[in-house]
């Protein structure tokens, strides 16, 4: 793991820390007291302290939120939309496959998942604080920065196998487990 990956990992961990840490304060007197004590010895005001640590772990969940509906919605409309519905085409256009379907499937189930991700956005928008929302876009740039870089290996191959009945096989030489070159 990347260096830099694991800074960014340790800054979301220690926010959901604090977060869970100052839930768990507010849910049980017990722990409150506890956290209290803790916090008499600091050399400035605990008022502060508390809503700056509320502003970094709200802005953390909603990271947490952002990436996640990143990977849900995001990255298949990103992955049908960027790579696969274009190198459809592409392979339409050689004749290398024989229908138009794969381009049709590919734009429809990316446009439909970019529709429901703008809709979740929409939804998950202002819904707490502004700390929220910030933390929401960030989540989906990691999340999109993560979905780009991220390196795909065999994927010509899984694009073939998943459009095996469209291929050309005037054109293009396949072999399949049964034949024998």
Same mark, same amino acid.
């Not at 010895?41 to 605990?46: G, S, T, V």
């Not at 502060?48 to 509320?54: F, T």
């Given at each position: 793991m990347k260096y830099s990956t *694991?800074?960014?990992y340790g800054v979301i961990g220690v926010g959901?820390? #604090?977060a869970?840490?100052?839930w768990l304060g507010a849910s049980s007197s017990e722990v409150a007291i506890v956290l209290t004590g803790v916090l008499e010895?600091?050399?400035?005001? *605990?008022a #502060?302290?508390?809503? $700056?640590? $509320?502003g970094a772990g709200i802005f953390a969940i909603g990271c947490g939120v952002g990436i996640v509906a990143w990977l849900v919605t995001g990255q298949g409309a990103f992955r049908c939309l960027g790579r696969r519905a274009p190198r459809a085409w592409l392979l339409w256009r050689r004749d290398v496959l024989t229908s138009f379907l794969p381009v049709l499937k590919y734009t429809v189930i990316g446009l439909v998942m970019g529709a429901l991700g #703008?809709?979740?956005v929409q939804y998950l928008w202002g819904l707490w604080t502004s700390a929220y929302s910030a933390g929401l876009v960030v989540g989906g740039v990691v999340g999109a920065v993560y979905s780009a870089t991220r390196s795909h290996r065999h994927s010509q191959l899984n694009f073939l196998e998943a459009n095996q009945?469209?291929?050309n096989d005037e054109n293009v030489s396949v072999?399949? $487990?049964? $034949?024998?070159?």
């Open positions: *694991r800074i960014a959901a820390g #604090v869970f840490t100052m010895w600091l050399p400035f005001d *605990r #502060v302290l508390l809503n $700056e640590l $509320e #703008v809709y979740l009945r469209y291929i072999f399949t $487990e049964t $034949e024998k070159p």
